[in-house]
């Protein structure tokens, strides 16, 4: 959204912005209220997600089977698990998922690589996105699921 944005204040000079140049921000407003009511829905709902999706994940890693996992771990796998979905909401709610994966997901991805972390990311975003859209309807499942989705492909990549 706020690259669009800027792209088109840098591409207007001297001249009125065409309809189809003005197609996006109609879009995102059409939307809007949608989004906030989704983020709305998420924040208020957080703790409730995170414990069903870390109670899964415990379940998937029995007797540690995906990755070791001691208590300095589990604690750090919180934290980013509600961080994720923080930045997910927030990048859904503002339309700028450019923002997500350029600004978070590509230094995110190096860490999970170098703590070799890829397999357990690859089980963990399908549950947390799962769990999301018990919380959802249809419609509003499908603003944030693209945001989780693009967490998924980047940091399991």
């Not at 939307?31 to 829905?41: C, F, L, P």
Request: net charge negative; proline share 2%.
């Amino acid at each position: 959204m706020f690259k669009e944005l800027g792209r088109l204040n840098l591409d207007l000079n001297d001249r009125y912005a065409t309809d189809d140049e003005l197609q996006f921000l109609e879009d995102y407003l059409n939307s809007a209220e949608k989004r906030i009511s989704v983020y709305e829905k998420i924040r208020d709902n957080e703790q409730s997600i995170l414990e069903e999706v870390e109670a899964k994940m415990h379940e998937l890693n029995k007797n540690n089977v995906l990755f070791r996992m001691g208590e300095h771990e589990i604690q750090i796998c919180s934290r980013d698990r509600k961080n994720a979905v923080r930045y997910a909401s927030a990048a859904m709610l503002i339309d700028d998922l450019d923002r997500l994966r350029d600004g978070l997901l590509i230094w995110v991805q190096t860490i999970v690589r170098a703590i070799g972390y890829k397999h357990f990311v690859k089980t963990h975003y399908p549950v947390i996105q799962e769990v999301i859209q018990k919380y959802l309807t249809p419609e509003e499942a499908a603003l944030i699921m693209p945001a989780l989705q693009l967490d998924h492909t980047i940091l399991s990549a």
